[in-house]
């Protein structure tokens, strides 16, 4: 089946793999939703290949530009070899990581997580199902994993079509398991945490909390299960606070930190992350290095605006609690909120905290999380480490 692009499709031409509603003419024939479509530009030339799903916001994500490419079992078996051989320099000897991460690896909808001995899969796109056998059976030869585990309970698989089922695909389910990060051994619950267990895309910026903690005393707000806070007492800080409305999150931040023989310098609380950083910021400066990694504040670009004013009144709380010449490290993992938005409205923060803010890096998700550079949506995650002054 082929579909015929219209006149409102600049960005699919300029290298975005994603075709919306209303940008191609209907197709003359009906196909399934999961069909592997041709897709021409309006003069009939072949643009590439896709998957097809008349549901879906995003109708139809393009798996190739190549005329000449079949897409079927062994296409799928060379990108997912692709994606793990591309991953070697930048993990080295990690244990976990992220395997496959989706259209940045021309496999739209397909996330796959490396956790010690097992994988953890999403998929997001219904064109996906009907080859999950071969994406199963790659990874099992490749990683011979203990077992494959699908987290499927997303609100996205809705609006493609797939039933909210979390399922063993392969093996057997293995959970907690245990990984290493920066000197610090993690539980993680792969059934039930966040994300497919844990937010790998902050490695490198966990990494880098660590190299500024040594001496300082530290707050690690929206802290999960500890993972910023924990590397952060490893590599020397004096006392660290994690603070989380999650009390399951907050209980398995207290066992790693007592797996790793770090309670006798945390403090954990179950709260409200607004409402503590409001009411410990009314004390005045107190820390000197803070740690801000909110879930996103939209999901949708009409949200937006509501979305800044949560950021501007964490980091102007955030800002606040910092002692002059301290650090805050502050993130953003919504993507419809852009970099320079991001900035922005941090800067807005420190004016009505009256602080002085220098920039000192712009960070983003680690490297196994790589981005299109066609599709901005894929650079959802940014981390700006700031130096407050007086």
Request: glycine share 8%; charged share 25%; proline share 5%.
């Amino acid at each position: 089946m082929t579909v015929r692009l219209n006149a409102k499709t600049a960005r699919v031409l300029e290298g975005s793999p994603w075709i919306y509603k209303g940008q191609f003419d209907a197709p003359a024939v009906s196909s399934a939703p999961n069909t592997v479509v041709a897709v021409l530009d309006r003069q009939g030339r072949f643009v590439g290949r896709g998957f097809y799903n008349p549901r879906s916001i995003i109708a139809i994500r393009l798996l190739s530009r190549r005329r000449d490419e079949k897409i079927d079992a062994d296409w799928f078996a060379k990108k997912i070899q692709s994606a793990i051989d591309s991953r070697a320099p930048w993990v080295g000897s990690r244990d976990a990581y992220r395997v496959v991460n989706s259209e940045a690896d021309g496999l739209p909808g397909l996330i796959v997580d490396k956790y010690g001995p097992m994988l953890v899969v999403e998929v997001l796109s219904l064109g996906l199902s009907q080859f999950m056998p071969i994406v199963l059976d790659v990874l099992a030869q490749q990683f011979k994993p203990t077992g494959i585990y699908e987290r499927g309970d997303i609100p996205v698989r809705d609006r493609e079509g797939l039933p909210r089922v979390d399922q063993l695909l392969f093996g057997r389910l293995e959970s907690p398991v245990y990984i290493h990060e920066h000197g610090v051994t993690l539980s993680i619950d792969l059934a039930g945490g966040q994300k497919t267990g844990h937010f790998l895309d902050q490695y490198e910026n966990r990494g880098r909390v660590g190299m500024l903690a040594a001496g300082k005393k530290v707050f690690d707000a929206f802290s999960h299960t500890g993972g910023f806070g924990l590397v952060a007492a490893r590599h020397g800080a004096t006392a660290v606070t994690e603070i989380d409305i999650d009390a399951h999150a907050v209980e398995h931040a207290q066992q790693n930190a007592a797996d790793n023989s770090l309670t006798d310098r945390m403090t954990f609380v179950t709260a409200n992350a607004f409402d503590w950083l409001r009411q410990a910021s009314d004390q005045g400066p107190q820390y000197d290095l803070g740690i801000l990694d909110p879930p996103a504040f939209t999901k949708s670009r009409d949200r937006v605006a509501e979305a800044l004013k949560g950021y501007k009144e964490i980091n102007l709380r955030g800002i606040k609690l910092i002692r002059p010449g301290g650090i805050l490290v502050t993130s953003s993992c919504s993507y419809h909120v852009s970099e320079s938005d991001f900035i922005n409205v941090v800067g807005q923060a420190a004016y009505d905290a009256k602080r002085h803010v220098k920039i000192m890096e712009i960070r983003g998700q680690a490297p196994d999380h790589p981005m299109l550079a066609a599709l901005p949506e894929s650079r959802y995650l940014k981390c700006l480490i700031l130096e407050v002054g007086v």
